[in-house]
């Protein structure tokens, strides 16, 4: 039952993504979830971005697992260039398994939430992302590396300025392992909005 309401969720999302507008992830950058975490006690690293209007984004995260599930905080900065306004961004995200793959259904899957604030020329904006990423982990033979690609559509709460809205972006990435302790990711948003973009990640994992 939980994988027919979560496929149902995935077909409702993927429906409307392609007609609405992208928000970003709860940091405000195109940074995107894969369906399993790299670690398994914590990780820690750093990314960099571009989202579209914005000549790049630095941020750092820091995250903790427990069971099928993780939690992880990062903070951002987001430089606008020109005459924009620089924009700081703090938040939270949580991820838990919801599917396995089997014979009917190839993917595995994991609901992810996420609160984030972004703060910059007086104005104060927050959304609280909730998707369903989707993916396989490939292991390449005879070698401790291995691969995940995935998609993960999202819909995206925002407040903020006056005004509220609710977005849908499209994130599609891969994760790398490349050895014991580290994981390389690269991920990147589908759509017309300044929210679209490609970032690369590097973490440490334990």
Avoid: C, W
């Avoid at 990314?47 to 209007?53: D, N, T």
């Avoid at 006056?162 to 994760?175: C, E, K, Q, R």
């Amino acid at each position: 039952m939980r994988r027919n309401l979560s496929a149902g969720i995935v077909i409702a999302v993927l429906a409307i993504a392609g007609s609405r507008q992208l928000a970003a992830q709860e940091l405000f950058t195109p940074m995107y979830k894969a369906p399993y975490r790299a670690f398994t006690t914590y990780e820690i690293g750093a990314a960099f971005s571009q989202p579209k209007g914005y000549d790049y984004a630095l941020q750092g995260n820091y995250g903790i697992g427990r069971g099928r599930n993780d939690f992880g905080l990062g903070i951002a900065y987001l430089s606008p260039g020109g005459a924009g306004d620089n924009i700081f961004s703090v938040g939270g995200n949580f991820r838990t398994r919801v599917l396995q793959s089997s014979q009917s259904f190839p993917l595995d899957g994991a609901l992810a939430i996420g609160a984030g604030f972004a703060f910059g020329g007086g104005t104060t904006i927050a959304n609280i992302p909730v998707g369903i990423t989707l993916g396989r982990r490939v292991q390449m033979e005879g070698s401790s590396m291995s691969f995940v690609p995935y998609v993960e559509p999202t819909m995206i709460p925002q407040f903020g300025g006056g005004s509220s809205h609710v977005y849908f972006d499209l994130g599609l990435g891969v994760d790398v392992r490349l050895g014991r302790n580290l994981d390389v990711r690269v991920s990147g948003g589908l759509g017309s909005s300044a929210r679209q973009g490609i970032g690369v990640g590097v973490n440490y994992v334990k």
